[in-house]
Each structure stands twice: as C-alpha cells, then as structure tokens.
C-alpha cells in the first residue's frame, strides 16, 4: 500500500513591514501625480476663462464702436468728457458717447478680468506690447487690445504679460 503524504502548505502569517513601506512609496507617488495632474487642470481651465473674459471684452468694444463708425476717433484719443447717460450717439454729442462708452468698457474689464488694462489705438503691428507699454505706433489699422497678468507664469520670459488683440472691420 502507498501512503500519500500531503504536505502542509507554509503559511504566511502577515506582510512585512519592507513591503509595506514600498507599497506607500508607490502609493505616495500615484497621489502626487493626481494633484499635479488637478493643479495643471486648475490653472488651464483659469487661463481658459481669462482668455474668453478678454476676447468678449474686446468684442464688446469692438461692437460699440461699429454701432456708431464716425465715433472711433474719439476712443483712440479720449478726451476727458463729462460722462452722460447716452443710450444712441444721437442722444448726446459724440465725445459724451464714446467717453461714457469707454468709460463702462474699462469699468466692465476690470470687473471681469483682474488687473487689465484695455485701449483703442492705430497700429501697423498689433501683436505686440504689454500692458505698461502697449506699443501702438499711429499708423496701420485700428485695434482694440487688451493686456491682463497671469500670476502662474511669472517664471516665463514676459513675465506672465498676456494680451488679446482684436483688429476693427473697415
């Protein structure tokens, strides 16, 4: 007769404490990279929005301007004017128009993107400036542009300075 020995299996009694310690390493790493992950998407979705408070802005300015063509001159160079409630250029002189239009532009800018500055000025080349110094040269065609800061890009080469630069219709 053959006698079959089972053997016991060696049973373990608990982990380690080394691999314990390496679990939460690799644990600890997963996390980390989840709230990098949730920063990037954070300040992404900020820089978003600040882009679209700006474009609408413009837009708007923009909109002002071609509702009332022979007014443009007035938002390039702004003259100090008493601000009237003017709902159509027909209502009030053309410089009360544009002023209190300027006026309510810059007021809504500020209120909707912090630390911006907006203008209207002629510029042959747009697409540069910051908010300090917006470069308008006096020539070429006429742009609205408006500057704002982005704290999360101070590190890069101008300073977190970003703008948006809308060109008006002829």
Known sequence: MNIIRVKKPCLQQGFSLVEVLVAAVIFSF??????????????????????TAAQVQASELAQLIAMSPSTSGHYINPVAAPLEDCFAPSSCSEVAWAAG?????QFELERNLAQATGLVCLDSTPYDGQGNEPACDGSGDTVVKVFWEEAFHVTEVNGGSRRVVLPLAR
């Open 30 to 51: 997963g996390l980390g990279g989840l709230s990098l992950m949730l920063m990037t998407a954070v300040h992404g979705t900020v820089e978003a929005r600040n882009r």
């Open 101 to 105: 239009n300027l006026a309510r532009w």
